[in-house]
Each structure stands twice: as C-alpha cells, then as structure tokens.
C-alpha cells in the first residue's frame, strides 16, 4: 500500500514536472534515511518511508513576486488535488532568500477509497526564479517527517551564478 501511494506521488510530481532540470546550482545535504530517487527528471528528489522531497523550479512562476507566485500556485494546487484543506501559510527564509510555505492536505483515489496526503509546498524566489520545495507523503505519517523538515530547509543552499 506504501510503495502505491508513493507511485501515485510521484506519477504526480512527473505529471507537473514534464521537463528535466539539473545542474541547478543548488545543493542540499540530507538527514539520514532519505535516498535519491535513481532516474527521476528532478535533480533533486529523495524518498524515504514512501514520503517525498523534491526541489523544482517552478518557470510559470519565474518573476512574479513571492506573493503572485503562492496564489498562483493555490489555483494550480486546487485544480490538481481533490478536497485541498489549507493548514497554515507562512513566511520564512531559506539560504537568505524569502520564502512562503503553503502546508495542505489533499485526498488521493486508489481503487474505491480515499486516501489524505498532506504537503509542504515552499516557495522561494532566487534571482527572479520560483522554485517549489516540496515534502510530502500520507497524512497520518507525516508527523513523522516533523524532526527531517527544519534540517532540510536549514541545509538548501543556492549556490546561484
């Protein structure tokens, strides 16, 4: 049941992510457990107990401000997800760089039942660049995920040109 919620998230992140990014010049160093997903589009994407992290740059977004950009994205969220439940939205800093995380549970279909996800999705923008930080995985999991998050973000770093 685990590895098909993890294929139905990331069928998609493949879905919203059609074009292949790497050499972003950003770079992240993980807690342990997390392992790079082999073969992904995504130069940064890792799983670990069937949930998700994925760094992306999100070019629909690229020059819109922080705020443009995380409403913009709640329009997209919602047209993608079915019974999205906003948690919180807030501010905070990632390698320097304002950022805003929108924190939402969502409903997925596996055969007749309904499964609840719930997501991180953390905007930042970088030299006029939107990139969607997101961690993900099944609601009543997720707790789980709580001690990995703050490293994680504390340990991006935009290396930019």
């Known amino acids: 049941m685990k590895q098909k919620l993890a294929l139905l998230l990331f ?7 059609a074009e292949a990014q790497t050499k972003t010049g950003i ?22 107990d069937g949930a998700s992290f994925m760094i992306k740059e999100e070019n629909l977004l690229n020059g819109k401000s922080l705020s443009e950009a995380t409403s913009t ?14 948690k919180s939205d807030e501010a905070l800093t990632i390698d ?10 969502y409903a997925i279909k596996v055969g ?5 996800m719930r997501m991180h999705s953390i905007y930042v923008m970088v030299n006029n ?10 609601a009543t999991q997720f707790d789980a995920l709580a001690s990995d998050i703050p490293v994680i973000l504390k340990n991006i770093k935009f290396n930019q040109k």
Not at 11 to 17: H, K, L, Q, S
Not at 96 to 105: K, S
């Open 27 to 48: 770079t992240v160093v993980l807690p342990e457990g997390w392992t790079k997903v082999e073969g992904s589009v995504l130069e940064h994407q890792y799983m670990k």
């Open 129 to 138: 660049k939107c990139y969607n930080i997101s961690i993900g995985g099944m």
């Open 96 to 105: 320097g760089h304002q950022a805003q995380r929108l924190d939402f549970c």
């Open 11 to 17: 069928a998609f992140i493949f879905v919203c992510t």
């Open 73 to 86: 994205a709640k329009v997209q969220i919602e047209k993608y997800f079915k019974e999205v439940e906003y």
């Open 112 to 116: 007749n039942s309904s499964i609840k």
